[in-house]
């Protein structure tokens, strides 16, 4: 249990012991300033602790962002500071610094007027201080001060501004106008009978398995069913992160779930369109892993970019776009032509129940690859005029490469390739493989491509268009998988490529979030067992080469079953032990709903 010092001198007819409660916290006085500190010093090290003046005035939600946030080590507010696990030692070296220099040590029993607020100024590292909007937290110097503090507490409605915060700051036009009005209302129904956001995201894959489901039944009433039980999803979906934010329940393990089950949903849905097209005598399993790796390709151009942003605000691109930003409208139709989740997920559900599946993937297609070329292009025009990505940002994008052990063994300094040695050898592999199909030619490409991918990370990925380096490793093995399982001609070859892309796409969006979550990338030996990008290419290339088309179809099945099962149970591992462990909580908005 959490514990909170109340410091200072006792006031009457004050809530703030009550409210402290009611968050959860065990509430203790200190008479002095050496009290204080022997209070600090006996609450365990893996508990949060609070100190928090007497005098304080403001909201209970106010306190609750202030003192209650998982995410942060260190937070603070008016009157109050707060530090969970990794930040006791910072708030204990402030608390020591602050009783030292006022000489209020040991043995000393004044009591302590404003001590929280001098130890937040005290501390020697950074901490988190929410924004409370019209929220009220203050530390009163007078009566007549905190009468008016009180009353204007009361001319607040707090509810209505933890409802309203709930809600995300930048959200999509359909989420924002369509679904957040309600959705944020299911999320505060939740938190009074008190569930949680992980359940919430749960029911929300359950929903979109049963779409996927009703799908697959290939008739039109399964159609009509699907679509409307996608959007009832999207509603779960947009409702467990508006639980998070309305009740500050932020985790690790949960911030994973709700990501990871963003994908699975979509690659769910989409196998059940392609199944029960298959029902009726069509087949789009092509057309169905196409939209994945277009879709995949376009959130590491988003992820990639993001990581080596580094000056890339200036510019003609980046003074544009803010001048944009000013013509309101302008706003909204840019966040709907880029197609976030919201927009993308009401188009296929709308398709799905009033058109054909073929229907259905041709538009998702057409509109993902305009909002690819746009964002795309706009990037790198920013990029263009920004600076070189400092050394943390080349981390993570040679992570995000996701070299094997055949880069690792041609590795050389000297080789310095960047984003063009790349899409050199994203055009040599996917370009022959649609001209030779399953050949040797294509074997010799794909040994050009491993040889390509490991100049291109020969050097730290710091130029201004590298970020472009895991994009294209993704469109050249995914692409190629793509097109030989379609020159295959057998039935079950391009549901095989399917079931290979979601399981390698899962590692690559895996490695996304332990960047995004300060985890670091999957360990090298899980990146070396499943080969990397460039030797997982290598080998569909050799076994299409080598295989008839049937036998291609198995080694596809086993290939795609074998990193499944290797890439979920490192994963799953990595992140029930770090919710365990108590790794700081994070909570990464990501696409925009």
Same mark, same amino acid.
């Given at each position: ?79 109050? +500071? ?29 009591? +302590? ?60 036009? #359909? ?13 505060? !129904? =939740? ?46 979906? =947009? ?44 087949? +789009? ?11 995949? =390709? ?141 050949? !040797? ?25 590298? !970020? ?105 591992? #990595? !992140? ?18």
């Amino acid at each position: 249990m959490p514990t909170a010092i109340v410091t200072g001198p006792p006031v009457p007819g004050s809530s703030l012991e009550g409210d402290l409660r009611a968050l959860g916290f065990d509430v203790r006085s200190a008479a002095g300033a050496a009290e204080a500190e022997t209070l600090l010093a006996e609450v365990p090290g893996e508990e949060r602790v609070a100190l928090v003046d007497t005098r304080f005035v403001g909201h209970v939600h106010a306190l609750r962002l202030g003192l209650t946030d998982p995410r942060f080590p260190l937070s603070a507010i008016p009157g109050a +500071v707060t530090a969970q696990r990794s930040g006791r030692q910072a708030l204990t070296r402030a608390m020591a610094r602050e009783n030292s220099a006022t000489g209020q040590g040991a043995g000393n029993g004044t009591l +302590v007027e404003g001590l929280p607020d001098r130890v937040t100024a005290a501390l020697d590292t950074g901490v988190h201080r929410p924004g409370l909007g019209s929220l009220v937290a203050v530390v009163p110097a007078d009566p007549q001060a905190r009468n008016e503090a009180r009353q204007a507490v009361a001319a607040v409605d707090e509810e209505a501004v933890r409802l309203k915060s709930a809600v995300k700051a930048r959200d999509g036009f #359909f989420t924002t106008f369509c679904v957040s009005p309600y959705s944020r209302h299911l999320a505060r !129904w =939740c938190a009074r009978r008190g569930l949680i956001p992980n359940q919430v995201t749960t029911a929300s894959l359950l929903t979109a398995l049963v779409a996927a489901g009703c799908a697959a039944t290939g008739t039109r009433a399964g159609f009509v069913a699907a679509g409307v039980l996608l959007l009832g999803s999207f509603v779960l979906d =947009c409702a467990d992160g508006q639980l998070a934010r309305y009740s500050l329940q932020y985790s690790t393990l949960g911030a994973w779930l709700d990501a990871t089950f963003d994908r699975a949903k979509e690659y769910a849905f989409y196998a059940g369109l392609a199944l029960g097209a298959a029902r009726t005598g069509d087949d +789009v399993w092509a057309l169905a892993l196409g939209a994945i790796i277009l879709q995949s =390709c376009r959130h590491v151009v988003d992820f990639s970019f993001a990581e080596a942003r580094t000056g890339a605000a200036e510019g003609p691109a980046a003074a544009l776009s803010g001048r944009l930003d000013r013509v309101g409208w302008t706003v909204w139709v840019r966040r709907m032509i880029v197609l976030p989740i919201g927009e993308r997920w009401a188009l296929i559900a709308v398709l799905t129940a009033a058109t054909t599946p073929r229907v259905t993937f041709w538009v998702l297609l057409a509109g993902c690859a305009f909002a690819a070329a746009y964002t795309t292009a706009g990037r790198v025009l920013r990029s263009l005029r920004g600076g070189r990505a400092g050394e943390k940002a080349a981390r993570a994008l040679a992570d995000l490469a996701d070299g094997g052990p055949l880069s690792e063994l041609l590795h050389r300094p000297w080789a310095r390739g960047g984003a063009a040695a790349a899409a050199l050898g994203a055009v040599l592999v996917t370009g022959s493989a649609l001209v030779w199909g399953a050949g !040797w030619q294509t074997v010799l490409a794909a040994v050009a491509y491993v040889i390509c991918s490991a100049a291109a990370v020969g050097r730290p990925l710091t130029g201004r268009l590298d !970020w472009l380096v895991p994009p294209l490793f993704r469109a050249a093995e995914y692409g190629t998988v793509l097109v030989l399982a379609a020159d295959a001609e057998v039935n079950g070859a391009l549901p095989a490529a399917y079931g290979l892309v979601s399981a390698v796409a899962y590692h690559h969006y895996d490695t996304v979030y332990r960047i995004r979550g300060d985890a670091g990338a999957p360990p090298r030996p899980l990146v070396r067992a499943i080969g990397g990008h460039e030797g997982r290419t290598l080998a569909v290339a050799v076994l299409a080469a080598v295989l008839t088309a049937s036998g291609f179809t198995v080694a596809l099945t086993a290939l795609a079953v074998a990193v499944a099962l290797v890439v979920l149970a490192e994963s799953i591992r #990595f !992140w029930v032990a770090a919710h365990r462990g108590g790794a700081p909580a994070v909570h990464d908005e990501g696409e925009p709903a």
